[in-house]
Structure formats: structure tokens, C-alpha cells
């Protein structure tokens, strides 16, 4: 595997169920982030981790519980959500201290029911 | 504060026709530039690049030059294909930032080609 993956790719859930979003980076870099893409709205930069210690949380409902257990591995558990939670979730990483773009993974397109 | 201003769309061209998306920036200091493209059921890839002034970023036939008097980073390519069709993101990301990086993307900007 190469760049940024991210499983599943689709993922359909009732709004009480429990649920995990996967992302993995082979790229060697520290540090990673979940954005929301929803349509016709701006990508939203919910969660960052830099050296496996969040440093940002833009004001993201507690239904949503991000995990990074490690630089390459990073989590993002779903509970009890909203149809307006229904939207991408885009994954990505980046290098502390190197070159500051980001390099994205596939997405996770999520439908909550 | 930072923000990127691109143009609307849909924009709509023919194949092999000109293309140019406009964007503009507002930053302190001297940002790093991007232009991200992001085609249907996929994630965003970084097109191109520019980290300083004047720095012209190409990358498949697409250009944007850092223009820092204008504070602009249009793309622009020759002759677009319908593989082109696609959302393009003009993004950048601030000075100052040790940890990690932090990019603030534009609203993006649809292009639809016609064969």
C-alpha cells in the first residue's frame, strides 16, 4: 500500500449505532487530520494530531471521537449521529517541520440513516 | 486573518479549450501556495505547488505562478481534456506553523469539460 488509505470506503449507519472510521499512512509523516466534506459547504478541518497528541479540536460534537494510537494510524469513532452528519470524511498527513502540504487519503462516504 | 477567494462555478469548457481559475489569498508573511484537485469518489491530490514569490508551480500541463504584488495564484492550462473534469481547491498555508501544518482551503471550483 502507498500514500493514505482509508477503510471503509463507504459506510451506511443508523444514527444509534457505533462505528469506526480507519486511516493509515504510509508516507512516513507525523502528523494527521480528519476533515468533513460535506456538499456545498467548505472542507472543515475537524481534528489534528502532530506527534500522536491532538493539538486541535475545531468545536467538533462529542458524537465523534478521534484515536491516534500511533504516527501512521488514525481513528475515528462514530456514535449516536445525525443525518446531518452524512457528508466525506477525508483523512490526511503531513511531515512536522517538512514541506506543509498535506497529502489526502480516498474518504469514507458516510450515510446516516 | 487568511482566507482564499476562488472563482465560482461551474465552469464549463470545451476540449481543448484554455483554462484559467482564478484565486486570490489573503495572508501575513510569505504563505506557501496549492492548487488540489479532486476527481469524483476520490480524496484530494496536490496538483501543484509554490512556496515563494514569483515560484511557478506546473505540474499535467497546469501552471500557477505566485504572484505576491496581486496576491494571486490562478491556474492555467493550455488545452484542457475531459479527464480534466474535476473539483479544483486553490489552498495555502500560513508561516509560523512548527507543528503541524494548518492549509486553508478555498470553496472550490467545479470544472466540467465537453467532449
Known amino acids: 500500500e502507498t500514500g493514505v488509505t482509508q477503510t471503509p470506503r463507504h459506510l451506511v449507519m443508523g444514527m444509534t449505532n457505533k462505528k469506526s472510521l480507519k486511516c493509515e499512512q504510509h508516507?512516513?509523516?507525523?502528523?494527521m487530520y480528519w476533515y468533513k466534506q460535506s456538499a456545498k459547504k467548505p472542507l472543515e478541518l475537524m481534528f489534528v494530531?502532530?506527534?500522536?497528541?491532538?493539538?486541535e479540536n475545531n468545536s467538533v460534537p462529542s458524537r465523534f471521537s478521534p484515536e491516534c494510537p500511533n504516527s501512521s494510524h488514525l481513528f475515528l469513532h462514530l456514535h449516536t449521529l445525525q443525518p446531518e452528519d452524512s457528508a466525506l470524511y477525508l483523512c490526511?498527513?503531513?511531515?512536522?517541520?517538512?514541506?506543509?502540504?498535506?497529502?489526502f487519503g480516498p474518504g469514507t462516504r458516510l450515510t446516516v440513516t | 486573518g487568511n482566507s482564499v477567494t476562488q472563482m465560482e462555478g461551474p465552469v464549463t469548457l470545451s476540449e481543448e479549450a484554455f483554462l484559467t481559475i482564478n484565486c486570490t489569498y489573503t495572508a501575513t508573511g510569505y504563505p506557501s501556495l496549492f492548487w488540489y484537485v479532486q476527481y469524483p469518489g476520490e480524496g484530494l491530490q496536490l496538483l501543484l505547488k509554490a512556496t515563494k514569490a514569483d515560484d511557478k508551480g506546473s505540474n499535467k500541463g497546469f501552471e500557477a505562478t505566485y504572484r505576491k504584488e496581486t496576491t494571486s495564484f490562478h491556474l492555467e492550462k493550455g488545452s484542457v481534456q475531459v479527464s480534466d473534469s474535476a473539483v479544483y481547491f486553490c489552498a495555502l498555508s500560513p508561516t509560523g506553523y512548527s507543528s503541524a501544518s494548518k492549509i486553508i482551503f478555498g470553496s472550490g471550483t467545479r470544472l466540467s469539460i465537453r467532449p
Open positions: 490526511a498527513s503531513s511531515q512536522v517541520g517538512g514541506p506543509s502540504e498535506q497529502y
Open positions: 508516507l512516513g509523516h507525523n502528523a
Open positions: 494530531y502532530s506527534l500522536e497528541e491532538r493539538v
